[in-house]
């Protein structure tokens, strides 16, 4: 266990037989569980998901989630900009302390990881400009935080998401994904975890 430096020369005083002045301490940083508002996103040239909670009991609600939709006709700076443009308007709307972001997850196809990684970093670049914290949690962890299985189908975590979430209608598939993220970060930091998810 370490001490501080002010500690250290308390114990010295102490040592001595003079009394030292006491110390005033901080109040620790906020923990990631004491996030309130959360933001997931689930990285896509032509269909970023994306989803915010907010957490709370009998349990979390969802206070927006969506798909930032790219036809196919547009060129990749265009959609990568509409990416960075609507997440910037979503947490500046909800305004979230923390980004969830999937995990980086090796492609066969390099061309695939390579417009994977750009709608990722523009995505990453609205959640850092927004001052928020962003978290990576890789796609198998998510799948079995929320359905209790690392292979599950799409259609599976959705179902659980709109279950957690007491959502009317099933969320569309990103979205979905989106939210699951959210929803995993809070499982995760609500409990002690010897894998937390990676600070990015």
């Known amino acids: 266990m370490g001490i501080t430096l002010r500690q250290f020369e308390q114990l010295q005083a102490r040592v001595r037989g003079r009394r030292a002045a006491p110390v005033l301490t901080t109040p620790p940083r906020a923990a990631a569980s004491s996030h ?110 929320i359905v209790g299985y690392g292979a599950a189908q799409k259609f599976a975590v959705a179902k659980m998401v709109q279950r957690m979430l007491n959502l009317a209608e099933l969320p569309a598939p990103d979205a979905a994904d989106a939210l699951a993220l959210a929803l995993a970060f809070a499982q995760e930091n609500g ?4 894998s937390a998810p990676k600070k990015i």
């Not at 006709?73 to 990568?80: A, P």
């Not at 409990?191 to 010897?194: G, P």
Request: glycine letters at 8%.
């Open 191 to 194: 409990r002690f975890s010897l």
């Open 36 to 145: 309130c508002v959360l933001l997931g996103v689930d990285p896509s040239l032509r269909g970023t998901g994306y989803g915010v909670i907010r957490l709370g009991k009998p349990h979390p609600a969802a206070l927006a989630q969506g798909t930032i939709a790219c036809p196919k006709t547009w060129e990749h700076s265009r959609c990568l900009l509409k990416i960075a443009e609507t997440l910037r308007d979503v947490a500046k709307q909800h305004q979230p302390t923390v980004c969830v972001v999937e995990g980086i997850f090796f492609a066969q196809n390099l061309q695939t990881a390579i417009v994977m990684g750009q709608a990722r970093g523009a995505a990453l670049v609205a959640a850092a400009e927004a001052g928020l914290e962003i978290y990576e949690i890789a796609t198998r962890k998510v799948k079995q935080a």
